[in-house]
């Protein structure tokens, strides 16, 4: 669902009507739609006793259902997200609203897109990545569909999927570039074994997606819909990116201080063998999203699509 540009009279009505017991405040809120940082029907609320929350609303059910599923994960698991406040999606709340509600705390700080990417501004980033990334489980997924058969494959068919949807005569790739991409990821998959467990995985981390304390000692993660249990390196890619597109921060440099923080890899683990792959699928999404966006007529998305094509060339670069 796009971003509403105003509130919906579903969401109106569920908050004069509903939210007052539920926050313990008869006073009618300040709603503010967020700017930045969700995919979807969302609120800030501000109440006057001082209560503050997100008020989250699905139109479908199934995608409710999976974003609890991922807020009660983060409590049982104590990940660095948000606390669910209420949920209620029964029967009597969709035929009154058409809607089903999630209530979240609301985290106090500033975004890291806000923030600027530091040293500073990382170290508590890298310190809630490593967290959630240390707790394991045996199998893959959405938490409401978990999954059993091979990782190694659906990593192989997703990447795959990407490549797709970049368009081989698109004006900023070179001749026969697609193919040449396209034989390296196979190449570079060979090398990626079986994982004998997983972790929970935001899977699309963008400095908007991050909240960074006032003092700049604890990062939340936000809009955690996509959240499912696969390989760190996903996560991992996203989060490198940002240093090399800021242009402060090395990339190995980055790395070492993921790799410090963790606590549940195996002595001397060593990323390299792998790195290319996960390094590549991450220039190829960027790829196929900036050129989706410029082919909405989103002109500065050439040059974004441009930047991440060079850093494709350069991994492939780097195993020649």
């Not at 996203?238 to 923080?261: C, N, P």
């Not at 060593?270 to 002109?299: M, N, Q, W």
């Amino acid at each position: 669902m796009a971003r509403p540009q105003f509130v919906t009279p579903e969401a109106q009505r569920y908050i004069d009507q509903r939210l007052p017991a539920l926050v313990g405040d008869t006073g009618a809120p300040e709603v503010v739609i967020p700017a930045t940082g969700v995919n979807s029907e969302c609120y800030i609320l501000r109440y006057p006793l001082g209560g503050h929350y997100v008020l989250r609303v699905f139109e479908r059910p199934r995608l409710h259902s999976a974003y609890r599923t991922v807020m009660l994960l983060a409590a049982r698991h104590e990940l660095p997200m948000p606390r669910m406040v209420a949920s209620e999606q029964g029967l009597l709340i969709r035929m009154r609203y058409s809607r089903t509600f999630l209530l979240e705390e609301f985290v106090t700080g500033e975004l890291l897109m806000e923030a600027g990417v530091s040293d500073k501004t990382m170290a508590p980033v890298l310190d809630s990545l490593a967290r959630m990334h240390d707790v394991r489980v045996q199998r893959w997924g959405y938490p409401k569909n978990l999954k059993t058969g091979s990782y190694r494959n659906q990593c192989l068919g997703r990447v795959e999927r990407i490549l797709a949807g970049i368009p081989a005569d698109s004006e900023i790739l070179q001749p026969g570039e697609a193919d040449k991409w396209a034989g390296f990821v196979r190449v570079q998959w060979r090398n990626l074994p079986e994982p004998e467990d997983f972790c929970p995985v935001h899977h699309h981390l963008a400095p908007d997606d991050i909240m960074i304390s006032l003092d700049q000692q604890r990062a939340m993660f936000l809009d955690n819909g996509a959240l499912r249990f696969g390989h760190f390196a996903h996560d991992l890619e996203d989060v490198l990116a940002w240093g090399m597109e800021d242009g402060k921060l090395e990339r190995e440099a980055l790395k070492g201080e993921y790799f410090k923080r963790r606590k549940t890899l195996p002595a001397g683990y060593d990323y390299t063998p792998i790195e290319p792959f996960f390094h590549a699928e991450h220039c190829l999404k960027k790829v196929r999203s900036a050129l989706r966006k410029l082919g909405r007529g989103d002109t500065p998305q050439r040059a974004v699509a441009e930047m991440h094509a060079e850093r494709m060339r350069e991994v492939v670069a780097s195993v020649e």
